[in-house]
């Protein structure tokens, strides 16, 4: 189904941050405003142009060059939830953004699998030799982990089994604090899906995780909205926002 980033691609994407520090050096000054500038980017086929309030602080978009991000190198975003249709001032505890690596699918393997955690969970080996299962009620999920890494939890959404089918049940890995090792609401959570041939691994608080599916279709319904057919201008300056 899907792969988690390896060691390579963050080394990727550090040697991007360095590279983007160095230009900053250079230039000695502060950038100029880009709230009104997008970045258009390329991974596999698809062409994504980006709002540049996207794009982490580890990564200023205005110290892109102007050909462009690498291909293969991924992005990091962080997308507001008022940009996908919540109101985050209305009190239902969306207090977090969520944030994104993407990648060119092209460059995970092929097919790209899950963690070999998510099958340890599934069977009850290796790992979770000694696991737990639980429904969670919050999350109307089955929770799985080690009796010895009560922090660390796979979600399913059925009851794992001898069956094979554990990437089409897998929901996400999140991890809880020490202090509050059974509590869902302090808990951070990655899940990963595809848009088009764009691997997507998405990071978000656990108290979302009810609205998993309904997130993912936000997300992927934003990019179709950012996608355009070419990037013939890497870096441009447009009024168009999400």
């Not at 897998?170 to 764009?198: G, H, N, Q």
């Not at 909205?225 to 070419?230: I, P």
Request: aromatic share 12%; with cysteine.
């Amino acid at each position: 189904m899907f792969s988690f980033p390896t060691g390579e691609l963050n080394l990727h994407l550090l040697k991007k941050l360095l590279i983007f520090g160095f230009i900053g050096l250079l230039n000695g000054c502060e950038p100029p405003p880009v709230h009104n500038r997008a970045v258009c980017v390329t991974l596999d086929q698809t062409h994504l142009l980006i709002p540049s309030r996207y794009f982490l602080p580890m990564f200023p978009p205005t110290l892109v060059p102007s050909q462009g991000l690498d291909q293969d190198a991924g992005e990091l975003l962080e997308i507001p939830l008022n940009d996908l249709g919540y109101d985050i001032k209305t009190g239902q505890g969306y207090d977090r953004d969520l944030t994104f690596l993407i990648t060119p699918i092209s460059i995970h393997n092929f097919p790209p699998g899950l963690p070999a955690t998510v099958a340890k969970a599934w069977g009850g080996y290796g790992l979770y030799q000694d696991r737990v299962i639980e429904f969670d009620d919050k999350a109307q999920l089955y929770r799985v982990y080690s009796t010895k890494y009560r922090v660390l939890w796979q979600f399913f959404k059925s009851l794992p089994d001898n069956s094979t089918n554990y990437s089409e049940q897998w929901v996400a890995r999140c991890m809880t604090s020490i202090e509050k090792p059974a509590d869902l609401l302090d808990a951070t959570c990655k899940t990963l899906f595809l848009y088009k041939d764009i691997h997507i691994q998405m990071t978000f608080a656990g108290k979302k995780i009810k609205l998993i599916e309904e997130l993912k279709r936000k997300v992927q319904d934003l990019f179709k909205s950012l996608e355009v057919t070419d990037c013939q201008s890497k870096f441009t300056t447009t009024s168009t926002t999400p």
